[in-house]
């Protein structure tokens, strides 16, 4: 764990960030471990508040987690006519349970996550987002999300993959046999929504992903969000859906803004979901034209 030097921790990847580097400013290193499955820092950063670091790749920050974490999970989500009952793979940080808890027809949630240690210490030092493992409609299984998956069919509305990127325990929930196994584990009309790169420094990688997408699902789309903490400022998400006449980009439930403000979304508005598909046009003809 040699990430931090001179008070600097700076995420360094040559595949996933060729050629650069994304650095905050540390005030203190809370905790790290060397668990199971990965390395795990949590420090204190001057501008980014805490953050959650695992084999030295950020995975959210209190700045700016609220983007990701409400867009994951509320893209799918208002996507769907009715969606009852969610799966999570991943999330270990307790985030996108916080948010898809909040969503009004959503009547249970499911999680499996690999990894315990990144539940237990987000509970004790990240509890903004671990409040998630906190409510009633939550249910958590520790457990590999490729191998849950094997024994549920037909059972989910909407699944969230918010995986770590594709090194490590998490490679497998980026493979085309993965979106095989999605789709059977989902009720008529469920829909799928991954974690999926940034198409800045990763395009052939969103097209990848988005063909495993298609291959198992007759609609298929890529949205993004913008977050700063991630590389180059952005993270999309490859969204698949059983029903072949579903419009992802146009949500089903419209919230008002005093719904918007109640459901405390900082991020996600009716006009957000619209907007994040709407993609540059090199983006628009690499995903869908070629
Ligand atoms: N938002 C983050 C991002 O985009 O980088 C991801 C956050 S969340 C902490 C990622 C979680 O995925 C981690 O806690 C990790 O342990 C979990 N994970 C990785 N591979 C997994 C697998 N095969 N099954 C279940 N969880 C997995």
């Known amino acids: 764990m040699d990430t931090i030097e001179k ?19 540390v005030k203190k290193v809370l905790h790290e471990e060397k668990s199971r499955y990965q390395d795990i820092q949590i420090v204190e ?60 027809a959503v009547k249970e949630v499911h999680q499996v996550e690999i990894d315990d240690r990144v539940v237990e210490l987000s509970k004790k030092y990240l509890p903004e987002m671990a409040c998630g ?64 790169n940034n198409y800045w420094c990763g395009l052939d990688y969103c097209k990848s992903l988005l063909e495993n997408c298609k291959k198992h699902f007759p609609t298929a789309a890529y949205a993004f969000t913008t977050i700063p903490s991630y590389p180059c400022g952005s993270i999309g998400f490859a969204i698949g859906c059983l029903d072949p006449e579903r419009k992802l980009d146009e949500p089903l439930h419209v919230f008002t803004k005093a719904e918007v403000d109640k459901l405390n979304l900082r991020y996600y508005t009716s006009e957000t979901h619209r907007a994040s598909f709407v993609l540059p046009r090199f983006v628009e003809k690499a995903l869908y034209e070629s």
């Open 7 to 25: 008070g600097w921790f700076s995420e360094i990847h040559e595949d996933l960030l060729p050629g650069q580097a994304f650095s905050m400013r």
């Open 45 to 104: 950063t001057t501008d980014y508040g805490r953050a959650l670091i695992l084999d030295g790749i950020i995975q959210c920050t209190l700045r700016d987690e609220f983007s990701y974490q409400e867009m994951i999970s509320f893209l799918p989500l208002c996507a769907h006519p009715n969606p009852e009952k969610v799966l999570i793979v991943g999330g270990g940080d307790g985030g996108v349970a916080r948010e898809a808890v909040k969503h009004p």
């Open 133 to 196: 493992f906190d409510h009633p409609k939550l249910h958590l299984t520790i457990g590999d999300g490729f191998e849950y998956m094997k024994n549920h069919k037909n059972e989910f509305d909407v699944i969230i993959t918010d995986s770590s990127d594709p090194i490590g325990p998490a490679v497998a929930l980026f493979e085309e046999s993965y979106y095989g196994l999605l789709k059977t584990a989902l009720r008529p009309g469920g829909i799928v929504c991954s974690q999926g």
